[in-house]
T-cell receptor, first 111, second 117 residues
Framework: GNSVTQMEGPVTLSEEAFLTINCTYT??????LFWYVQYPGEGLQLLLK?????DKGSNKGFEATYRKETTSFHLEKGSVQVSDSAVYFC??????????FGTGTRLLVSP | GAVVSQHPSRVICKSGTSVKIECRSL??????MFWYRQFPKQSLMLMAT?????????EQGVEKDKFLINHASLTLSTLTVTSAHPEDSSFYIC?????????????FGAGTRLSVL
């Protein structure tokens, strides 16, 4: 079946540190991959996406590259800010519209 | 664009009452809407998928008579939690997908926190 595995959190960083949140997936076919962010008390916001192998999604300084050979879609940011503190969800979609989410990774950024 | 509005954002009710949550796509027509439930510090669990004008498809283990879903138009879906009990307390989130080529992208509402006393 389809599944997404994310690194467990929380990830605790100081402001301006480099961020990596690992995400690997198992899927039949050729999934689209997503990162969503959830700020406290809110719903999910689409952060970035990639629809085919070697695509790089980017937004607000965050990047993730669709790696088919390693079935990975790791999220990176060169310099995090306190305002980036949130829960980040990796997800996949195989074309039947259902999203399969990872368990989420909480990021805590301190000043 | 692609804004999804969910209402109410928070509701407190007595055990045994029913609660209705609305999910609206404000600036697009949504062929499909989804309802999720999120437990504290956990991921989203898909409850059901609804298409305009047809019956919702429920995920395994979700009671369809407990969680009534109506998708009467391309911009509105409602979730009614019937005879709510404390164990139904949770964060409920809806999402909507666009028609056409972007149909695999879901846009989420801000969620509804339900507390059943």
């Amino acid at each position: 079946g389809n599944s997404v595995t994310q690194m467990e959190g929380p990830v605790t960083l100081s402001e301006e540190a480099f961020l990596t949140i690992n995400c690997t997936y198992t899927a039949t076919g050729y999934p689209s991959l997503f990162w969503y962010v959830q700020y406290p008390g809110e719903g999910l916001q689409l952060l970035l996406k990639a629809t085919k192998a070697d695509d790089k999604g980017s937004n607000k300084g965050f990047e993730a590259t669709y790696r088919k050979e390693t079935t990975s879609f790791h999220l990176e940011k060169g310099s995090v800010q306190v305002s980036d503190s949130a829960v980040y969800f990796c997800a996949l979609n195989t074309g039947f519209q259902k999203l399969v989410f990872g368990t989420g990774t909480r990021l805590l950024v301190s000043p | 664009g692609a804004v999804v509005s969910q209402h109410p954002s928070r509701v407190i009710c007595k055990s045994g009452t029913s609660v209705k949550i609305e999910c609206r796509s404000l600036d697009f027509q949504a062929t499909t809407m989804f309802w999720y439930r999120q437990f504290p510090k956990q991921s989203l669990m898909l409850m059901a998928t609804s298409n305009e004008g047809s019956k919702a498809t429920y995920e395994q283990g979700v009671e369809k008579d407990k969680f009534l879903i109506n998708h009467a138009s391309l911009t509105l879906s409602t979730l009614t939690v019937t005879s709510a009990h404390p164990e139904d307390s949770s964060f409920y989130i809806c999402s909507a997908s666009l028609q056409g080529v972007a149909k695999n992208i879901q846009y989420f509402g801000a969620g509804t926190r339900l507390s059943v006393l």
